[in-house]
């Protein structure tokens, strides 16, 4: 989608009041997830609703129906994840919606965490059988660091699983979050036949559709209808929606807004059903982009000059061109396509002449955009995660958060002779945030050290410098599973123990490396004057 700008006569590009009324129909989020919880599913269905796709279907789903959407890497088609992230804008009533797609596998990298840092909102996907599972906990974690209102979708109701009042239990006691449900489901798990629309008392009753490959109709009855259609659902239902209006089980806009409650929904992604209804939530309760704090913490309105910051780059997503593109977040103003803008770490200009929506391997050129709105742009080698972009204002916004790996693999060239193919690859991995790459004098150059939050980063990394870079490469799995950040002086007493190792990244942080949290406790207990600070991740998961 093309979005158009408001035309001006002065032809001097949109006023900041066209900005602020343009950024107020903006609604940026992610889903979040545990594998296997439906995300991907549940992404197709989004654009189904939207009218963006024709048509929805799993990889591995019957023959004739096309592969996700979201998924584009030869990686992901073959096993049926995500790995990489993608971007979609569609259009939803007089919304402009902007879902990033994050990876879902439990073998995700940081690049996971790092979309978080471009959206405002979240919804998080709960297996209805499985309940909040370790990967979701972990998003969920970046989440409330940030300040990120989440919203609750309950999928896979129309199979077997928990009971919907343990959910609740679940979620507010490993979230800390108060659920308030805003649709209650008529009918146990597996048994799925509608939902309580609470707000209004209505029945949307549930029909399932042939493969949930289109949108599944809704029939709307009132409470009487529904209570003869099902004498025994509906009466529970009722029941058990007092017991929750009993327990403030009511939605208020400021508590979900400040993180202290979560809207729910029940629904069955597979079915397209209740699908509907998310977007219409995301719609009247998501919030809209507001200023982003810079350096300083001074929030730069979203009416001021152009300024947006990189949190993504992919290489490789067009065989043919092996071209780079970079995902930038607009913070404030109007971007138009061809303008030139200063990169913040260089103060150079950068000249943006190629713009793109990008989804999957779909890629559609864009003229203009507004705050809240995903643009890659292509061929931006200069750029690197965490870079500021800006017109006319300078503004530099806080580097992006780093994370805990937890997986550690020493790199080796096994061809010598493509020693540049070797380093130019490891620095383009670095660089796009695919690894984190340490390194020690006890090593040396020729042998690097891979950081990974998830294993299959592993796999990636080594998949690119053979069949991208041309330098196939070895890893040596180390031993350590944890890592803290430390200082020079620390570094010797640290290494004295038996089982760690400091390292430095290549942003100049040192790393103190364990091979498990009994070995860092043994240090810290007998040292504790030494500097072990947590990264996020661990900090939060």
Partial sequence: MTTTAPARPDDA???????????????TFAVISHPDAGKSTLTEALALHARVIGQAGAVHGKAGR?????????????????????ALQFSYRDTVVNLLDTPGHADFSEDTYRVLTAVDAAVMLIDAAKGLEAQTMKLFAVCRHRGIPVITVVNKWDRPGKDALEL????????????????????????????????????????????????????????????????????????????????AGEHDQDLFLSGVTTPVLFASAISNFGVGALLDVLVDLAPAPAGRPDTDGVPRPVEAPFSAFVFKVQSGMDAAHRDRLAYIRICSGVFERGMVVTHGPTGRPFATKYAQHVFGRERE???VA???????????????????????QPVAFPP???????????????????????????????????????????????????????????EVATHRMEHEFHA?????????????????????RITATTGTEVMQRSDGKLLALFTNKWVMGIVRNGKPDLTLEPLVAAQLA
Avoid: C
């Fill in 168 to 247: 609740m239990d679940e979620v507010a006691e490993r979230t800390g979050l108060t659920p308030t449900p805003l649709t209650w489901p008529v009918g146990i798990a597996g048994d799925f036949r509608g939902v309580l629309d609470r707000r209004d008392g209505s029945y949307r009753r549930y029909t399932r559709t042939a493969g949930g490959a289109t949108v599944a109709p809704e029939e709307v009855l009132p409470a009487d209808a529904a209570a003869a259609r099902e004498p025994d659902a509906w009466p529970q239902a009722l029941e058990e929606a007092d017991l929750l209006a009993a327990t």
């Fill in 365 to 367: 050129s864009i003229d």
């Fill in 370 to 392: 507004y705050p809240g709105d995903v643009v890659g742009l292509v061929n931006a080698s200069a750029l690197h995660v965490g870079d500021t972009l800006y017109a006319q």
């Fill in 66 to 86: 096309r592969g996700t959407v979201s998924d584009w890497m030869d990686m992901e088609k073959a096993r049926g994840i995500s790995i990489t992230s993608a």
């Fill in 472 to 492: 196939p490469v070895r890893l040596e799995p180390l031993p350590y599973s944890l890592a803290m950040r430390t200082d020079e002086a620390s570094a010797p």
């Fill in 13 to 27: 590009g949109p006023a900041p009041a066209d900005v602020v009324a343009e950024a107020a129909r903006r609604r």
């Fill in 400 to 458: 992006l958060t780093t994370f805990a790996p937890e997986h550690f693999a020493v790199v080796r060239s096994l061809e010598t002779a493509k020693h540049k193919q070797f380093r130019r690859g490891i620095e383009q991995l670095e660089s796009e945030g695919v690894v984190q790459v340490l390194r020690s004098d006890r090593r040396g150059e020729q042998a690097p050290v891979f950081a990974v939050v998830g294993p299959m980063q592993f």
